[in-house]
């Protein structure tokens, strides 16, 4: 088991690499790869294609990628993890959805052209241009002078004067959540078809939340259905945080005994906080480790 690491730049690597060096399967993005990467930039895109190249070029047969975040926690151990996947070897475990169905504001996460503040990691504005007659809606001038406060009045005049954005005609646009295990073998494609088409990931330069996306698409037109699973990373969306900013921590005894009760298909969970629920961290490490031991 590998593990591929990005640390945003604008972070102090050293803690990170002084921790972990030694191990000699733990390997960071180089400097010079490192992107500032504020909540639903594009710029998180960047950086999994990046190290997805890395990956590929240390392995390219029977394995998987697991997209994982600092939040997020595995709910089995090693040896079962390792078996789960071997024994559905090809299965591309991503949550594929149609966006209509999902997201109700989908129309601004791909028509608008938004952007995302580095010091402000959950507010995001977007704008339609000229040529879209959404230009001219009050939210919209709103949007104008805030993104001018913060980014300056010339890239607001730009953003008028760019076309309507169209979603690629070719590829259909679906999403899910961001996290997935693929194939090495998808990967390897994955990677082929955006080197062919780098105006899908120009396209999505300007959308909010492109890792809901982009990748999704891509999978989606490659792969058939019977080659598609649900992704094994839970999360539970039917509880928002007040803000509506995202999925609640896991945090209390309920919360445990939620993941305990979980299907087995589920390998990793999100979102987690040590300084809100430790003890649920501790109890996960004692069942993984009892799994082991059996």
């Known amino acids: 088991m590998n593990f591929f690491i990005h640390i945003d730049k604008a972070v102090d690597i050293s803690t990170f690499s002084t921790g972990l060096s030694g191990l000699s399967n733990v390997y960071f993005l180089k400097d010079k790869y490192r992107l500032i990467t504020p909540w639903s930039d594009i710029n998180g895109c960047k950086v999994l294609i990046t190290l997805l190249r890395m990956v590929y070029e240390k392995v390219k047969t029977n394995a998987y990628c697991i997209f994982l975040s600092g939040q997020d926690y595995p709910l089995k151990d090693n040896i079962y993890i390792y078996n789960y996947l071997k024994t559905h070897y090809g299965k591309n475990f991503i949550s594929l959805n149609q966006i209509t169905n999902i997201w109700p504001e989908w129309r601004t996460r791909l028509e608008r052209y938004n952007f995302h503040f580095p010091n402000n990691q959950r ?31 010339a890239k607001v005049l730009q953003t008028f004067f760019k076309p309507k954005r169209f979603h690629p005609s070719h590829i259909e646009p679906v999403g899910g959540s961001a996290f997935w295990a693929l194939p090495i073998e998808t990967v390897d494609e994955l990677l082929v078809y955006i080197n062919k088409h780098p105006e899908f990931l120009d396209y999505h330069e300007y959308t909010h939340v492109p890792d809901e996306i982009l990748f999704h698409s891509i999978v989606n037109l490659l792969k058939q259905p019977h080659e598609i699973a649900e992704s094994t990373t839970y999360t539970n969306w039917e509880r928002k945080r007040e803000d509506d900013s995202g999925p609640v921590m896991f945090q209390t005894q309920e919360d445990l005994e939620e993941l305990l009760a979980l299907d087995d298909h589920y390998l990793f969970a999100r979102k987690f906080d040590t300084g809100l629920g430790s003890f649920i961290l501790d109890e996960l490490d004692k069942k993984t480790n009892f799994q082991s031991q059996s």
């Open 123 to 153: 507010v995001f504005k977007g704008i339609f241009p000229l040529a879209d007659k959404r230009c001219f809606t009050t939210g919209n001038l709103k949007n104008s002078f805030y993104i001018a406060k913060r980014l300056g009045l």
